[in-house]
């Protein structure tokens, strides 16, 4: 079955870790992009990536990095330096078509920073 | 900037119900416009979509049409089930920074047997 997995679905750490989420598509598709989710709100663009070997910073990218070496593969580093770390985490990917990106979502990582 | 504004939830209807949740948006060009459901503790599923003005996307029993004198994209079911209980997203896309989405802030609908 094509789709995206992330890893784990829960994640403790304690304040000061850095703590690595993995996000894993096998729908060949080129763009995939990071989001976090906090309780009662939208969800907000974190990085996004639209071909191996580069990214962009989207709206809250400060405390965060992310490395894109693999086509089907985008890892997100949540650092000690993101002021409020705990939240949902979700990974999505997409392909273009036309002016449309239709973009198709991973189960999330929930992290938990005490 | 870009935004989507949804109706404030909870919204609880009884099984069979209509179902009408309201989205509106700004955007300076021609954007794509979406629905997703959230289901308890796990990822987005793309529900439906429009992509040009009066456009009308549909899926499950789902309906909502793309209007832009209204810059409206209202969700609506004739018969909800139990099943359908979730967060509901609207969101747009312009297509710029990589495809990236706007998203409303999520409209939670319950509803009860």
């Known amino acids: 079955d094509g789709g995206i997995t992330q890893s784990p679905k829960y994640l403790f750490r304690k304040e000061g870790q850095n703590v690595t989420l993995s996000c894993e598509q096998n729908l060949n598709h080129d763009a995939m992009y990071w989001y976090r989710q906090d309780p009662g709100q939208g969800l907000r663009l974190i990085y996004y990536?639209?071909?191996?070997?580069?990214?962009q910073k989207g709206d809250i990218a400060e405390g965060y990095s992310v490395s894109r070496e693999k086509k089907e593969s985008f890892p997100l580093t949540v650092t000690s330096a993101q002021k409020n770390p705990t939240a949902f985490y979700l990974c999505?990917?997409?392909?273009?078509?036309?002016?449309?990106?239709?973009?198709?979502f991973g189960p999330g990582t929930r992290l938990t920073v005490t | 900037g870009d935004s989507v504004t949804q109706m404030e939830g909870p919204v609880t209807l009884s099984e069979e119900a209509f179902l009408t949740i309201n989205c509106t948006y700004t955007?300076?060009?021609?954007?794509?416009l979406f629905w997703y459901v959230q289901y308890p503790g796990e990822g987005l599923q793309l529900l439906l979509k429009a992509t040009k003005a009066d456009d009308k996307g549909s899926n499950k029993g789902f309906e909502a049409t793309y209007r832009k004198e209204t810059t409206s994209f209202h969700l609506e079911k004739g018969s909800v089930q139990v099943s359908d209980s979730a967060v509901y997203f609207c969101a747009l896309s312009d297509g710029n920074q990589g495809g990236k989405l706007i998203f409303g802030q999520g409209t939670e609908l319950s509803v009860k047997p």
């Open positions: 990536s639209q071909i191996v070997n580069d990214f």
């Open positions: 955007a300076t060009g021609y954007p794509s």
């Open positions: 999505a990917s997409s392909n273009r078509q036309g002016a449309v990106y239709e973009q198709y």
